[in-house]
């Protein structure tokens, strides 16, 4: 294992002189062109075109359940022009993101359960943002995708410490830090890698801050919910979701079932790359009563109820 010391400067070298395959060069392209509106959709087709595999991939993902609503789409510019350069988006990071785990990765690498963790933030961070109408609020789903860079799972299982901690402990970085250094990098825009807010306070947080801390708390949130069960993890959840309620200014009621119907949301997401549903299957805690485990019976019952 790389010393800790170490890591930061393994990671710039690895990057500048490899170049680590997390996103293809079409995919930054498009990233880049659809963060503007007034980019000409000709441009936007010919750089998608200019990929015959990633076309391919674009086409399916764009004619699923969950992006076409019901819509037949048969071409480039029919995608482009239907879904919008914000929904596109959306996609591009999806294609990439499962092509990161299903193909490019060595199959060692288990990558499926980390795939999940930001499919279900992204799309709680952007449901969040469409409840409190937050400005700024289309970048969140790619924002949450683009957090999830570090796997240090099997030193925080064997010790018994967060997955926070373990990233701390493995690397001296931070799991935000690893984003912002790999987005710039790859010169993603500046606006795509929120910022990590300071600690949360249980108040209403101000409107300029509001960004950034819904789609870090959809991050924490899902990284609860979804990895080992460790000694903190009832008093992690209670604090990042009061913290949320009271600085939204949401009852707990609003949030919980509006992010139970956000989580279907993404089982059919990862549906549509065939990511096992294991993948996303919640580590419950006990006692069986406590208010994590109430919150997961809110999100397993509205997954019934969409069978």
Known sequence: ??????????????????????????????????????????????????????????????NSAFFSRGKVISNVSKAVVNIGYLGLRDITLTVEYADLVQRRL???????????????????????????????NESLFTAALLEIYQKIESTGQSQGWSYQRAHAEVTEMSPHEVTALVGWSYNLPEHLVLARPGQGTKSRWPEKDRLERVGHFANDLAYNLLSWPYPEILGDFADVFSQTTLGLELSAETLQISLAQEYQKALNLGATIKLDRSCFSFQKTRPEDSDRNRFLGVCESAQLAEV
């Open 1 to 62: 294992m790389i010393p800790a010391s170490k890591f930061r400067e393994v990671l710039e070298q690895k990057l500048e002189t490899e170049k680590i395959p997390v996103i293809r060069t079409t995919s930054l392209r498009l990233i880049e062109l659809l963060g503007s509106m007034l980019t000409p959709v000709e441009m936007v087709t010919e750089t998608i075109l200019r990929d015959q595999g990633f076309t391919a991939q674009i086409l399916k993902l764009a």
């Open 106 to 136: 060595p199959k060692r690498v288990q990558l499926g359960r980390v795939l999940a963790r930001a499919f279900v933030a992204a799309r709680w961070a952007s449901a969040i943002g469409q409840d409190v109408r937050l400005q700024g």
